[in-house]
């Protein structure tokens, strides 16, 4: 598959869908442009999702910067479907996919690439720092994913994923896999597609510690409903790309819903993040009951 990368120094494009968030955009550029880049070089690819001026200036200005970045616009057509039109311009052997509301670390692209080095055939991810901390909704977002992504990787490994604000893979094998299912509307769900296809053709998924990014999304409890029944709906859609696959989902998983009240009372802020917690579950449940 892509044994070209095994113990080589892979080249990098990171490829950075945005749409409405022009400040934490720049922020993930400066961060990028700071950063040390791997030894055979490293690129930006920004697809505008939409009509976006602002997203021009914070382009110009990580170039100022000497950052290496093109941007792409098209229709609104939702992150998947970013994804892959900054996929296509990828002339690198990895690539790598940031949200435009995160930062990276120092040694991000390095460890991406060395980490593709040691196993050039799997999809690598790495932890997701809080950046909010402050903010009881976002906590309680990022307090979900965390759970449900160890829980998944621990109790369902047919169904476990990492979250696409922070994912890499060689070229090759985005190629192979098709990319990202274009069918997926909103950011929900298509990285979940993404990985229990890439994990059907014996790709495995690798946590990476030292590829680390911050993750900015500040959110009040009207934007956590509304996040999560975007969530839910996406769930819907991942359903109904398994039943295309010939594969089932499960039914209710309590012993998960279990884990997320008792990480939720483990930390600071108890009664409020188990209440944020128990609001993303219900407005999951009315997105996955929508229409």
């Not at 170039?63 to 970013?82: F, K, M, N």
């Not at 500040?218 to 709906?233: E, K």
Request: aromatic content about 4%; hydrophobic content about 45%.
């Amino acid at each position: 598959m892509t044994g070209e990368l095994a113990g080589q120094a892979a080249s990098l494009t990171v490829v950075i869908p945005t749409a409405g968030r022009p400040a934490d955009l720049a922020a993930a550029l400066s961060s990028l442009a700071a950063a040390t880049p791997p030894s055979a070089g490293m690129s930006v690819v920004v697809v505008a999702d939409g009509e976006q001026p602002l997203v021009r200036e914070a382009v110009a200005s990580a170039r100022r910067a000497g950052l290496e970045v093109e941007l792409r616009e098209q229709q609104r057509s939702g992150p998947a479907t970013a994804r892959n039109r900054g996929a296509l311009d990828a002339r690198t052997a990895a690539v790598a996919f940031l949200d435009d509301d995160c930062t990276v670390m120092a040694e991000w692209p390095a460890a991406v690439c060395a980490a593709l080095s040691r196993e050039p055939d799997a999809i690598i991810g790495g932890p997701i720092v809080n950046g909010c901390p402050d903010h009881v909704a976002s906590a309680a977002s990022h307090l979900l994913l965390s759970t449900v992504t160890r829980w998944m990787a621990d109790h369902d490994p047919r169904q476990a994923f990492l979250a696409s604000m922070n994912l890499a893979m060689s070229v090759s094998t985005f190629n192979a896999l098709g990319g990202f299912d274009e069918a997926f509307p909103t950011p929900a769900a298509e990285d979940r597609d993404f990985c229990e296809r890439a994990t059907r053709c014996g790709h495995s998924l690798v946590v990476e510690p030292q590829v680390v990014v911050v993750h900015r999304h500040a959110l009040d409890l009207s934007a956590l409903w509304r996040q999560h029944v975007a969530y839910g709906r996406g769930a819907r859609h991942l359903r109904a790309s398994r039943e295309r696959r010939g594969e089932s989902s499960p039914g209710p998983r309590m012993r998960l819903y279990v884990e997320l009240a008792t990480a939720a009372l483990r930390g600071p802020r108890r009664a409020a993040t188990l209440a944020a917690v128990a609001v993303a579950q219900i407005a999951y449940l009315k997105g996955w009951l929508s229409r």
